[in-house]
């Protein structure tokens, strides 16, 4: 019982910053919350052999979504409500963020693993390394090729104002 | 783009509150849902064992009630071939002599054998060296349990059921191909290749029969029909060698090989193939179709056919399969490369059955798996492949880590072998072309 004391705890004074983690993950409310409670179950059957829970919870959580990802990269997701997009215009400046929000959603799986954790988390190479189970110089690797793609994508390309050319 | 821009994105992100009130109590119900699962997952482990043990022991009853003592001795009466001409006798295939006993299609010395059973063959190789150098090629064979010292750097290994067979490192064009039971390798021969294109032995799936093709001078080869149970060549006939002057011999010229023929074909590049078929036991070449090839095929057992319906789907000696959850979903099942990573289904050819296998639960080191052995009628070796997709690239990289699963076709049920390490890979008889 005692583990399980400590399991509730933890979930409640871990889990808004878990679930951080897991919408940039996943960059969707509903499935972040479910990526969420996915990986605290999963790790609840482990909890009297986890040293750190908190590490162990955000490793699932990037393993998991990795392999939804694979499931569900292909399939279309039905929506009776139309999501908003900003108009060009709003979307021009740098500090609206909706175009970086975009070319992040394109990235491969472990390359947006990648630029969370270490841009958005601002976690260590060695920590993000770690949480990925690769090396120093694969999160390297994966963090330029991230960053490089985010500089081609087209999301994040200037826009230009129809009205300014004529 | 520049870092404000993820500090201020992260900062939105942290504004997500979710379901904080509720979520204890639904990860608490998600826990109790999980457990339920598991018991229950048991207790069907339980009842399908006792099941089957209950069903074995009737069986076992049954079987020493009905069956005579004494079995018939296997007679191994292999007329030896006499094959020598250069060029391939095509014979029409000739009538049935008239004998009381009923018509045999292909009247074979090896079916009056015990069932056969193999042991499931590899060799480890150390990865992040260079497979080009023989200093870091493998040694050792892993040959069911038992390790047998190859004594040679070797490039390639394969089995049947009398032992492992392998292809020591090349010091020039072609490689020796050496045998062994266990005790001290044999050379049994020579096959064509090269480094870049590989070197591949034939092997049937069931059975002691391989079949290589062998180069001689100036640019003719033959094919080697070889029986590891009789530990000789039991035919040697001539084929024109393909390509230019000193191009390797093509191993894609063997179409399949069993414990009774041997398909092959007498060309690989004109427009046309003729498909012969080599007969063991009598040492007679006949023409075959191609319909006639593909419906032995379809005929023999431990054989899988992948598509959407069992109708449809077609032959693949070695099927791919991914993970979804702990079930395994067929990949491809049409003849065209571009379609290879669709998800379809598999069918044991012979009886149109859905071959559905399932991982054990929780396994989730990988992602994609390929058939990679039969170790009897119903028990195949699947390798997994644990880093990354090696699929989704277009090719297959035999040397990547991985575990072996084995997995029981009648129940469906996989099982964790041989655990493979991230720094150990494998070398065995899976290559490119066995994806054809």
Redesign the interface.
């Known amino acids: 019982m005692a583990d399980e004391a400590d399991f509730?705890a933890f979930?409640?004074a871990r889990?808004?910053a878990l679930?951080?983690t897991s919408?940039?993950l996943v960059q969707d409310?509903r499935l972040?919350?479910d990526l969420?409670?996915?990986a605290?179950?999963k790790a609840?059957?482990a909890w009297k052999g986890i040293k750190d829970p908190e590490a162990y919870v955000r490793r699932i959580l990037v393993?998991t979504s990795a392999?939804w990802w694979?499931?569900q990269w292909t399939r279309e997701m039905p929506t009776a409500v139309l999501p908003d997009r900003p108009s060009p215009v709003m979307a021009q400046g740098?500090?609206d963020?909706q175009d970086?929000?975009d070319a992040?959603g394109h990235l491969p799986r472990r390359q947006r693993a990648v630029?969370v954790l270490r841009?958005?988390?601002?976690r260590s190479e060695a920590e993000t390394a770690q949480l990925l189970d690769c090396s120093v110089g694969t999160v390297k690797s994966q963090c330029a090729k991230a960053l490089a793609k985010?500089?081609l994508d087209a999301a994040?390309e200037p826009v230009v104002d129809e009205r300014s050319r004529s | 783009m520049n870092a404000e821009d993820f500090t201020l994105l992260a900062e939105r992100a942290s504004t997500i509150e979710g379901r904080q009130a509720d979520r204890l109590v639904e990860v608490h119900g998600r826990i109790r849902r999980a457990r339920r699962r598991r018991r229950l997952g048991n207790v069907a482990a339980l009842a399908m064992t006792l099941a089957l043990m209950a069903g074995t022991a009737v069986l076992v009853t049954a079987d020493k009630d009905q069956i005579p003592p004494t079995k018939p001795t296997p007679s191994i009466e292999t007329p030896t071939p006499t094959i020598e001409t250069p060029s391939p006798t095509i014979e029409t295939p000739s009538p049935p002599v008239e004998t009381p006993t009923p018509p045999v299609e292909t009247p074979t010395v090896v079916r009056g054998k015990a069932p056969s059973v193999r042991r499931l063959t590899y060799g480890p190789f150390k990865l992040g060296t260079s497979p080009s150098k023989p200093g870091t090629s493998p040694q050792t064979i892993h040959f069911g349990d038992r390790t047998i010292d190859a004594g040679r750097p070797f490039w390639y290994v394969d089995a049947t059921d009398d032992g492992a067979v392998f292809v020591e490192y090349p010091d020039a064009r072609n490689g020796g191909i050496w045998f062994t039971d266990g005790s001290a390798p044999v050379r049994i021969g020579q096959t064509a290749g090269s480094r870049s294109r590989g070197y591949r032995i034939a092997s049937s799936n069931a059975g002691s029969i391989l079949a290589w093709e062998e180069p001689t001078e100036p640019n003719d080869a033959e094919i080697v029909v070889y029986a590891t149970d009789q530990r000789r060549v039991v035919a040697r006939f001539g084929v024109a060698r393909s390509g230019p002057p000193f191009s390797p011999v093509r191993p894609e010229r063997i179409e399949a090989v069993y414990d009774d023929s041997v398909y092959w074909k007498t060309s690989i590049d004109g427009p046309r193939d003729t498909l012969m078929r080599y007969e063991v036991s009598t040492g007679t070449q006949v023409e075959v179709s191609r319909a006639s090839f593909e419906a032995d095929q379809r005929n023999r057992p431990r054989t899988i056919v992948v598509g959407k319906t069992a109708a449809t789907a077609v032959v693949k000696p070695a099927p791919r399969f991914r993970r979804v959850g702990s079930r395994l979903v067929a990949r491809g099942g049409t003849l065209a490369s571009s379609d290879r990573d669709y998800d379809s289904s598999a069918f044991e050819s012979r009886t149109g059955r859905p071959l559905e296998l399932s991982v054990p639960t929780g396994y989730t080191s990988a992602e994609d798996f390929q058939l990679v052995q039969w170790l009897d009628d119903d028990r195949l070796a699947l390798k997994a492949f644990i880093r990354g997709s090696p699929f989704t690239e277009g090719y297959i990289w035999h040397h990547e880590p991985g575990d072996f699963l084995i997995c029981t076709v009648s129940s469906g049920i996989c099982t964790v072998a041989v655990q493979g390490s991230a720094s150990t890979g494998i070398v065995m008889h899976l290559d490119d072309s066995s994806d054809r």
Do not use: C, H, K
């Open positions: 509730d979930v409640v889990s808004p679930l951080r919408y940039l409310e972040a919350e969420l409670q996915t605290l179950t609840w059957f393993t392999s694979r499931r740098p500090e963020g970086l929000w992040i630029v841009y958005m988390e601002d985010l500089r994040l």
